[in-house]
């Protein structure tokens, strides 16, 4: 939604211009989803429970959230066996988003099940397997878990202090050890790919590699050689074997940027790789298995991509079974003091003085949109200290730096051909418009809470969008939803919210 934003100087109610926009950002949806749910509906925890059906251990049962589990004679196993038939490493078990995957350890006397030994294979819940002779059965079960919002105001590279930035700090330590895919949504510069960073860097892949792919940056037609990789002569200039993302990211994390932007039609063959594990190079004979983890990111609703056909369904499923939605920096001040007091930690040395933010410089920096971001604020940090004589910040700089017009900020004002409203410097608003108020001033000499005064703008705008939607479309839920390129649940939700709803 693009805001055209005046405030007037004396007046307890300003004015705000607010074009309709073609896509309405979705306020209230979850800043994160696990399986399609809030988190306030609770944190889905998967266990391993290993129950010994017979010899020495027989009868003990063992529950993990981990998910690998190392069984053997060693002390320092997972599950301690005292067979004699059984090595001191003998086999492991990885749970994955499905199923159970159980893999010999290169032991003595074998890992069995139904008979045969086997040196890896993929169990169902409920099965038995056997490791010398020990039998084993297998389980799997999960668990909704309520999780807390943290008070830490920081995780890895990630700094911030807002609900949102809190939430997600607060999911992470339950994320990053697992295997669960990630898709993290939200505009350029939201620190997208510092999340994606934060999971590997938590997770049991650490050691690993972390492979970024920006998925915008190649047509299709050279997709599968860059994911896939080729062999020598596979094509028109495949003068060497190439390694593709998949192999060189084996063992660790790959962050796919901007996956909104892959194209359709091969979709279905990285569906395929991200199911199997299996990869065949460009112009090759035979597949080989690769193991990674998928953290994806777009600047685009997937969900609406979906509904527009433009995003295959069952892919989407795949890979967002934990959904971050990063919300802009306009949608959380309260993060930018510390975000600029870290940029300032970041460019100062022991050789030079760390500046000064005056209080109106910081209300400056809070009143301003910020259309690129994090990314943005450091820039314009950057240029600050570089800039600034005396050791201060001011707001009179930052102003002219971000092109403000007194205390607000107006990316209109200036524009060629505007015209005001009332002689006040207030952008007439244009055909097609609504002009909102915002309450500013409180009435007993204070300001009304950011947040609070937000709200009610935001609240006022949804109801006044909503009713000329549903007027345009004679109150046809399904054809509105459609013309908004919202989702029909989140549509019906917003209607309910502003009993808008017709029996």
């Known amino acids: 939604m693009s805001e055209e934003i005046t405030e007037l100087p004396d007046d307890s109610e300003r004015p705000v211009v607010a074009r309709v926009p073609s896509r309405t950002i979705e306020y209230h949806r979850p800043t994160v989803e696990v399986d399609g749910h809030p988190l306030s509906e609770g944190f889905p925890v998967e266990k391993l429970t290993l129950e010994v059906i017979n010899g020495e251990n027989e009868g003990q049962v063992h529950t993990f959230e981990k998910p690998v589990v190392r069984l053997g004679a060693d002390p320092l196993s997972d599950v301690v066996l005292d067979d004699p038939t059984v090595s001191r490493m003998h086999a492991e078990l990885r749970k994955r988003t499905d199923d159970v995957e159980l893999i010999d350890l290169g032991s003595t006397n074998g890992t069995f099940f139904d008979g045969d030994q086997v040196d890896k294979i993929t169990l169902e819940p409920g099965s038995i397997f056997q490791v010398g002779r020990t039998k084993i059965r297998v389980n799997a079960t999960k668990e909704q878990v309520k999780i807390e919002v943290t008070d830490r105001t920081r995780y890895g590279n990630i700094i911030g202090q807002s609900p949102a930035l809190r939430e997600i700090f607060s999911i992470l330590d339950r994320v990053a050890p697992s295997d669960l895919s990630v898709v993290i949504e939200g505009e350029t510069g939201t620190g997208k790919e510092l999340i994606a960073a934060a999971i590997h860097d938590h997770s049991n892949r650490a050691g690993k590699p972390f492979v970024v792919f920006d998925c915008s940056a190649f047509p299709a037609t050279l997709l599968e050689s860059e994911l896939f990789g080729h062999e020598k002569g596979a094509f028109s200039g495949a003068s060497n074997r190439h390694r593709g993302v998949f192999e060189r990211a084996d063992g660790g994390t790959i962050f796919f940027d901007e996956l909104g932007e892959m194209d359709i039609e091969f979709q279905a063959k990285f569906l395929r790789v991200l199911e ?104 314009v940090m ?49 055909e097609g418009s609504v002009t909102l108020f915002a309450k500013i001033d409180d009435g007993d000499g204070g300001v009304v809470p950011f947040r609070d005064a937000k709200d009610d703008l935001v609240s006022e705008f949804e109801k006044l969008y909503l009713e000329r939607l549903l007027e345009k479309n004679n109150q046809n839920i399904s054809k509105s939803a459609r013309e908004a390129e919202v989702d029909r649940r989140h549509l019906y939700r917003l209607l309910k919210k502003h009993d808008l709803m017709q029996d």
Request: glycine content about 8%; proline content about 6%.
């Open 276 to 379: 199997t594990g299996e990869v065949r190079r460009v112009g090759g004979e035979s597949t080989f298995n690769v193991d990674v983890r998928v953290v994806a990111a777009t600047n685009r609703n997937l969900e609406d991509q979906v509904a527009d056909k433009m995003f295959r369904q069952d892919l989407f499923y795949r890979l967002a079974k934990v959904r971050f939605n990063l919300p802009a920096l306009r949608e959380r001040v309260e993060d930018i003091p510390l975000l600029a007091e870290h940029f300032f930690e970041m460019m100062t040395t022991e050789d030079t003085a760390k500046p000064l933010l005056t209080e109106n410089a910081l209300r400056a920096l809070q009143s301003y949109p910020w259309p690129g971001n994090i990314r943005q604020l450091r820039n």
């Open 382 to 430: 950057e240029k600050a200290v570089a800039m600034c004589s005396g050791g201060a910040i001011t707001s009179d700089y930052l102003r002219k730096e971000l092109g403000m017009d007194g205390e607000g900020y107006s990316p209109s004002m200036n524009a060629p051909g505007s015209s005001t409203s009332a002689g006040l410097g207030i952008p007439a608003a244009p």
